[in-house]
């Protein structure tokens, strides 16, 4: 047996992974592994806990997505006490999960993935960051964390907080919104559209036509998708909607939340904490093998893009369009969920300006009566890294009887080995490799967002 | 060149990165000026065992300044929060994870090793699924606050902690003076109208939205406290409106938490909670969960498994 | 090996504490797994007190005072009691059995009810077992 070359920690992801490269005597790739490291037990220290609490405690689950723990919950916290939320607290609710879609996707592609592209994959560590990215494109910079505060403040300003949100209630949402704020809110959402389309365009020329090609392969895998669409016409949806797991020659099935079990399974791994969500309904297994993967399906932007039959908002359906004419559907190549992620940046700037322009949004009716009881709720979103299953069961005080959550990022854990490997054979041949190839490496895995 | 800082998140959720992320606009020369960061996960590539991972002992470059967020959890933790003692001449401790525990140390309350056995048997897990031991850093005993392992300079809680306070301290460490933060507990800082008086003689669960006028700032809304909701407010430190302002939830018209600690260093959340409701005449035992008042401090040997009473003899 | 615990005593100045002195005057026999601290009345201990005795090592907490109506400071010993109530039904929530509590009112003259009390709570937390398992 050879050496084994850690890559640790992952860096410019949003998690704790490691990565692990066993070389065999020849110096050639014989095994990979992308460790996941966390593990803390949310499901089992909410137990007990009054239901309407949870959503402000799950949210700890990630700093980076709260929004999304927190409206999951939410969601799930309704369907146990069996409440509906009013009109107005849903879309209260809508709107502010797609405006955090909007500051990680400006997060995850500038601060974390862009360096790669600006400065190359084999610039130095020291510069290959936002810093560098800072010094060699300071406009381009200051542009971007002006827009991602922005985002973040106008959450801020609307809900309290922006980070562990506490706004959104079982029943509804904690406050009404005011006619001052719909129209800063507005005003707000429209500069980051216009971000959004030139972020897109700066994407295309500055990024997808330079890299492209040299890249088309890096971490290539052929697998299924899985994401929420639209009940009624299949378009793409963030808050609400079905989920439609597609194979990769484009046949899928559409099911409710509620039946995920039926759909959905995790396999768990003696090296890994993270459990890989793979498609029990398939019939075929789990199997990473890169040539006849089993039951491998992907989630988060690439594969919201391929299961959508369409997107409601004009700009987002424009450039989807053009994504579908140049990369198919399904498109397989993993650095694509780049491209896809911009795309739906642009939706959820749409989103956020249709739902302010709804006319009923200042309504004060935002909060359902509520009686807590005993019953059982699956609460789904899609979260920026897949779609996000949080399963409750409470007991007839409404406290938390037992709780079962299938995060976005662990449906994309089996993929990313199987990426991580394929990138890591293509790129390490008779023991050459340097920190440039190394970088690649976990290129792959960036694509994702984890 | 600025001055270096190396940045690490242990048992942490990311929120306390993305507070510091939110600095906003101050944030580029905050980064690329007044700091020179060398090892930070989440913005850079320095890692552990070389940059072609073919070391055997993890290494972090010597800094200035030393930022942890997270609670101790693991064996890595416990590693990584070594090692930055080692090279870091100022450690801080940002964030209420790293300073009293925080959410992850709710799990103090329970049986761990039932819990992560449950944990990999669920309605959606393959059968017969253990608990993963490969190449996964062992658990410890229970969730640690930093300071219970090593010697900590100073602490910023907040789940997360303000971007401007995060900002004011490092920026006074640099500057070499003091930096200025709020000493004082939440409802301190809280503007909503205190009568004196609570309405009722017990807390109701937050299944009803508080009394307010949309149309007014939330000095006209009654304290949420007098209106029967539990607000923490009264135990929980000051901070999360950056000093001045509302406080965060507040301000969007939902009860304190207590996401920022107890107001003292060492107090205790829900004594001081229990004590200030039945000092002002409100049952103690109305509380529904009365221990996830601790659920931001539970490191420090605060929170335990249960223990069930002991029959009579 | 068996288990020696440690039990924290707090005592008020003007009764509890004169019966443990007179305790010791008397040459009384009484376990060595006490530890007294003389405060100036029972209605002094704050429940922090007892929690942080209990997460720092003590294995059980007493509080002795005066008998009621015969504080030194009026109420103390009431507030004491109103108190009691609530460190019990708190130590379940701090993971704590109830038995680990004890309060008691001695008089100054009571060396023998001192003794009492301080060996059967002695008895009852060896039986419990050590507070931090
Ligand atoms: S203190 Fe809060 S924001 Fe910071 S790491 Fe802990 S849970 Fe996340
Ligand atoms: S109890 Fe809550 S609402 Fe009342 S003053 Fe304090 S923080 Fe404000
Ligand atoms: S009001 Fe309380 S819970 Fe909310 S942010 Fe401030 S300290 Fe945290
Ligand atoms: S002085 Fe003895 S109880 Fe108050």
Same mark, same amino acid.
């Given at each position: 047996m050879g050496r084994v070359l850690n890559i640790a920690p992952v860096s410019r992801i949003e998690g704790h992974a490691k990565i692990a490269i066993h070389l065999d005597d020849d110096g050639n790739v014989a095994e990979t592994f992308l460790h996941v490291q966390s593990l803390r037990g949310f499901e089992k220290f909410i137990e007990g806990r009054p239901a309407e609490e949870v959503p402000r405690i799950v949210n700890r689950i990630c700093g980076i997505c709260p929004w999304m723990h927190h409206l999951a919950s939410n969601k799930a916290v309704d369907g146990a006490f069996g409440v509906t939320p009013t009109p107005v607290g849903y879309k209260l609710r809508e709107m502010c999960q797609v405006m955090a879609h909007i500051s990680d996707k400006i997060l995850h592609f500038f601060f974390l993935a862009a360096?790669?592209?600006? #400065?190359?994959?084999?610039?130095?560590?020291?510069?290959?960051?936002?810093?560098? #990215?800072?010094?060699?494109?300071?406009?381009?910079?200051?542009?971007?964390?002006?827009?991602?505060q922005l985002g973040q403040k106008m959450l801020e300003g609307f809900a309290g907080r922006a980070i562990h949100p506490v706004a959104g209630v079982v029943g509804g949402f904690a406050k009404p919104m005011i006619e001052e704020e719909r129209k800063e809110l507005l005003c707000g959402a429209r500069e980051l559209l216009d971000f959004s389309r030139y972020a897109l365009d700066f994407a295309i020329t500055d990024v997808f036509a330079k890299y492209m090609d040299a890249f088309s392969d890096l971490g290539g895998i052929k697998t299924g998708f899985l994401g929420m669409v639209d009940r009624e016409d299949g378009s793409l949806r963030l808050y609400d909607g079905k989920l439609r797991l597609m194979k990769h020659?484009?046949?899928?099935?559409?099911?409710?939340?509620?039946?995920?079990?039926?759909?959905?399974?995790?396999?768990?791994? *003696?090296w890994g904490y993270s459990k890989m969500v793979y498609a029990k309904s398939w019939d075929e297994g789990f199997?990473? $093998?890169?040539?006849?993967?089993?039951?491998?399906?992907?989630?988060?932007? #690439?594969?919201?893009?391929?299961?959508?039959?369409?997107?409601? $908002?004009?700009?987002?359906?424009?450039?989807?369009?053009?994504?579908?004419?140049?990369?198919?559907? *399904?498109?397989?190549?993993?650095? #694509?969920?780049?491209?896809?992620?911009?795309?739906?940046?642009?939706?959820?700037?749409?989103? $956020?300006?249709?739902?302010?322009?709804? *006319?009923?949004?200042?309504?004060?009716?935002?909060?359902?009566?509520?009686?807590?009881?005993?019953?059982?709720?699956?609460?789904?979103?899609?979260?920026?890294?897949?779609?996000?299953?949080?399963?409750?069961?409470?007991?007839?005080?409404?406290?938390?009887?037992?709780?079962?959550?299938?995060?976005? $990022?662990?449906h994309n854990i089996a993929p990313m080995n199987m990426s991580v490997k394929r990138a890591a054979s293509a790129l390490i041949k008779n023991g050459v490799y340097s920190e440039g190839i190394l970088n690649q490496v976990e290129m792959a895995v960036r694509a994702y967002d984890p | 060149m600025g001055v270096t800082a190396a940045m690490e998140w242990l048992g942490s959720c990311s929120g306390c990165e993305i507070a510091f992320l939110n600095i906003g606009e101050d944030l580029v020369p905050l980064i690329t000026e007044t700091l020179d960061l060398v090892h930070a996960p989440l913005l850079m590539d320095h890692k552990y065992f070389g940059q072609c991972g073919e070391g055997v002992t993890l290494e972090i470059p010597d800094a200035v300044i030393g930022i942890v967020t997270g609670g101790v959890n693991n064996r890595e933790h416990l590693t990584v929060l070594r090692q930055m003692r080692k090279k870091c001449r100022l450690l801080i401790a940002l964030g209420t994870c790293a300073t009293h525990g925080g959410i992850p140390a709710l799990m103090n309350g329970q049986d761990q090793q039932a819990s992560w056995q449950a944990i990999f048997k669920t309605v959606s897990t393959d059968p017969g699924a253990e608990i993963p031991e490969v190449e996964v850093p062992p658990p410890l005993d229970r969730v640690y606050a930093c300071d219970e392992?090593?010697?900590?300079?100073?602490?910023?809680?907040?789940?997360?902690?303000?971007?401007?306070?995060?900002?004011?301290?490092?920026?006074?460490?640099?500057?070499?003076?003091s930096p200025v933060l709020p000493g004082k507990s939440v409802c301190d800082t809280c503007p909503a109208r205190r009568e004196g008086r609570s309405v009722v003689g017990k807390v109701k669960r937050f299944i009803e939205?508080?009394?307010?006028?949309?149309?007014?700032?939330?000095?006209?809304?009654?304290?949420?406290?007098?209106?029967?909701?539990?607000?923490?407010?009264p135990v929980t430190a000051g901070g999360c409106n950056g000093g001045e302002g509302v406080p965060a939830c507040i301000s969007a018209r939902v009860p304190c938490r207590g996401c920022f600690g107890p107001v003292r260093k060492n107090g205790n959340q829900l004594l001081d909670m229990m004590n200030g409701l039945a000092s002002n005449g409100i049952d103690f035992k109305s509380v529904v969960d009365r221990r996830s008042i601790l659920r931001f401090s539970g490191a420090h040997g605060r929170l335990r498994p249960l223990k069930k009473r002991v029959a009579k003899e | 090996m068996d288990f020696e615990p440690k039990i924290i005593v707090f005592c008020c100045n003007w009764c509890?504490? =004169?019966? =443990?002195?007179?305790?010791?005057?008397?040459?009384?026999?009484?376990?060595?797994?006490?530890?007294?601290?003389?405060?100036?009345?029972?209605?002094m201990v704050h429940p922090e007190f007892i929690m942080d005795a209990l997460s720092q090592g003590a294995d059980g907490v007493m509080v002795l005072g005066c008998?009621?109506?015969?504080?030194?400071?009026?109420?103390?010993?009431?507030? =004491?009691?109103?108190?009691?109530?609530?460190?019990?039904?708190?130590?379940?929530?701090f993971g704590y059995e109830q038995e680990r509590f004890h309060l008691a009112w001695i008089s100054s003259q009571e060396a023998d009810k001192f003794v009492e009390v301080v060996s059967g709570m002695v008895n009852r937390i060896k039986k419990l077992g050590p507070a931090g398992g």
């Amino acid at each position: 047996m050879g050496r084994v070359l850690n890559i640790a920690p992952v860096s410019r992801i949003e998690g704790h992974a490691k990565i692990a490269i066993h070389l065999d005597d020849d110096g050639n790739v014989a095994e990979t592994f992308l460790h996941v490291q966390s593990l803390r037990g949310f499901e089992k220290f909410i137990e007990g806990r009054p239901a309407e609490e949870v959503p402000r405690i799950v949210n700890r689950i990630c700093g980076i997505c709260p929004w999304m723990h927190h409206l999951a919950s939410n969601k799930a916290v309704d369907g146990a006490f069996g409440v509906t939320p009013t009109p107005v607290g849903y879309k209260l609710r809508e709107m502010c999960q797609v405006m955090a879609h909007i500051s990680d996707k400006i997060l995850h592609f500038f601060f974390l993935a862009a360096p790669d592209f600006v #400065l190359g994959p084999d610039a130095d560590y020291s510069v290959r960051n936002v810093m560098g #990215l800072v010094k060699a494109a300071p406009e381009l910079a200051r542009q971007v964390v002006r827009m991602r505060q922005l985002g973040q403040k106008m959450l801020e300003g609307f809900a309290g907080r922006a980070i562990h949100p506490v706004a959104g209630v079982v029943g509804g949402f904690a406050k009404p919104m005011i006619e001052e704020e719909r129209k800063e809110l507005l005003c707000g959402a429209r500069e980051l559209l216009d971000f959004s389309r030139y972020a897109l365009d700066f994407a295309i020329t500055d990024v997808f036509a330079k890299y492209m090609d040299a890249f088309s392969d890096l971490g290539g895998i052929k697998t299924g998708f899985l994401g929420m669409v639209d009940r009624e016409d299949g378009s793409l949806r963030l808050y609400d909607g079905k989920l439609r797991l597609m194979k990769h020659d484009a046949s899928f099935v559409d099911f409710e939340g509620d039946d995920y079990t039926e759909y959905l399974a995790e396999h768990v791994v *003696p090296w890994g904490y993270s459990k890989m969500v793979y498609a029990k309904s398939w019939d075929e297994g789990f199997d990473m $093998t890169l040539t006849a993967p089993r039951g491998i399906y992907r989630a988060n932007t #690439l594969a919201r893009i391929n299961v959508c039959d369409k997107i409601s $908002t004009p700009g987002a359906q424009a450039a989807l369009e053009e994504f579908r004419s140049l990369f198919g559907r *399904p498109a397989q190549q993993t650095l #694509l969920y780049h491209y896809a992620r911009l795309i739906e940046l642009i939706y959820s700037c749409e989103r $956020t300006i249709e739902i302010l322009e709804w *006319p009923e949004i200042t309504g004060s009716d935002v909060r359902a009566k509520v009686v807590p009881k005993a019953g059982r709720g699956v609460g789904l979103v899609e979260a920026p890294r897949g779609t996000l299953i949080h399963d409750y069961t409470t007991d007839e005080n409404g406290c938390i009887t037992s709780a079962n959550m299938i995060v976005g $990022t662990t449906h994309n854990i089996a993929p990313m080995n199987m990426s991580v490997k394929r990138a890591a054979s293509a790129l390490i041949k008779n023991g050459v490799y340097s920190e440039g190839i190394l970088n690649q490496v976990e290129m792959a895995v960036r694509a994702y967002d984890p | 060149m600025g001055v270096t800082a190396a940045m690490e998140w242990l048992g942490s959720c990311s929120g306390c990165e993305i507070a510091f992320l939110n600095i906003g606009e101050d944030l580029v020369p905050l980064i690329t000026e007044t700091l020179d960061l060398v090892h930070a996960p989440l913005l850079m590539d320095h890692k552990y065992f070389g940059q072609c991972g073919e070391g055997v002992t993890l290494e972090i470059p010597d800094a200035v300044i030393g930022i942890v967020t997270g609670g101790v959890n693991n064996r890595e933790h416990l590693t990584v929060l070594r090692q930055m003692r080692k090279k870091c001449r100022l450690l801080i401790a940002l964030g209420t994870c790293a300073t009293h525990g925080g959410i992850p140390a709710l799990m103090n309350g329970q049986d761990q090793q039932a819990s992560w056995q449950a944990i990999f048997k669920t309605v959606s897990t393959d059968p017969g699924a253990e608990i993963p031991e490969v190449e996964v850093p062992p658990p410890l005993d229970r969730v640690y606050a930093c300071d219970e392992k090593v010697k900590i300079d100073m602490q910023l809680p907040g789940c997360p902690p303000n971007p401007e306070l995060i900002a004011e301290l490092l920026v006074a460490i640099v500057e070499g003076r003091s930096p200025v933060l709020p000493g004082k507990s939440v409802c301190d800082t809280c503007p909503a109208r205190r009568e004196g008086r609570s309405v009722v003689g017990k807390v109701k669960r937050f299944i009803e939205n508080v009394e307010f006028d949309p149309g007014e700032p939330v000095s006209g809304m009654r304290c949420l406290l007098e209106q029967g909701f539990m607000c923490m407010g009264p135990v929980t430190a000051g901070g999360c409106n950056g000093g001045e302002g509302v406080p965060a939830c507040i301000s969007a018209r939902v009860p304190c938490r207590g996401c920022f600690g107890p107001v003292r260093k060492n107090g205790n959340q829900l004594l001081d909670m229990m004590n200030g409701l039945a000092s002002n005449g409100i049952d103690f035992k109305s509380v529904v969960d009365r221990r996830s008042i601790l659920r931001f401090s539970g490191a420090h040997g605060r929170l335990r498994p249960l223990k069930k009473r002991v029959a009579k003899e | 090996m068996d288990f020696e615990p440690k039990i924290i005593v707090f005592c008020c100045n003007w009764c509890s504490y =004169a019966a =443990a002195d007179l305790a010791g005057i008397n040459r009384m026999q009484y376990p060595h797994n006490v530890w007294i601290i003389r405060l100036m009345c029972s209605g002094m201990v704050h429940p922090e007190f007892i929690m942080d005795a209990l997460s720092q090592g003590a294995d059980g907490v007493m509080v002795l005072g005066c008998h009621l109506g015969e504080c030194h400071y009026r109420d103390g010993n009431y507030r =004491a009691l109103d108190r009691s109530d609530m460190v019990v039904e708190l130590l379940e929530d701090f993971g704590y059995e109830q038995e680990r509590f004890h309060l008691a009112w001695i008089s100054s003259q009571e060396a023998d009810k001192f003794v009492e009390v301080v060996s059967g709570m002695v008895n009852r937390i060896k039986k419990l077992g050590p507070a931090g398992g």
